[in-house]
């Protein structure tokens, strides 16, 4: 199983990203995958969730109306949509499936 984040960066308060996760080794429509962060000093934390199927969705309070995640099964691929992003998002990203961790993408909301 391989999970490799893309996609971070240095943005403006305000501004937008869109990270992406390449997914391997697994059949990609077996299973959920979910987005989690962790801030300096801070415990990791889900951000967002997607069920197999891509049709059900879950955000972290801090996250609605923000973020979206979705998922391209033809490139096995899940890919969370950042706007409006805030100091406090500044973290590194990561997804998972079931144990399995990505390496991680830093984003950082700084003007």
């Known amino acids: 199983v391989q999970l490799v984040e893309s996609g971070g960066g240095l943005v403006q308060p305000g501004g937008s990203l869109r990270l992406s996760c390449a997914a391997s080794?697994?059949?990609?429509?077996?299973?959920?995958i979910n987005w989690y962060r962790q801030a300096p000093g801070k415990e990791r934390e889900l951000v967002a969730t997607?069920?197999?199927?891509?049709?059900?969705?879950n955000y972290a309070d801090s996250a609605k109306g923000r973020f979206t995640i979705s998922r391209d099964f033809a490139k096995n691929t899940v890919y969370l949509q950042m706007n409006s992003l805030k100091p406090e998002d500044t973290a590194v990203y990561y997804c998972?499936?079931?144990?399995?961790w990505g390496q991680g993408t830093q984003v950082t909301v700084s003007s």
């Open positions: 080794g697994f059949t990609f429509g077996n299973y959920g």
């Open positions: 997607i069920n197999r199927s891509g049709g059900s969705t």
């Open positions: 998972k499936y079931a144990e399995y």
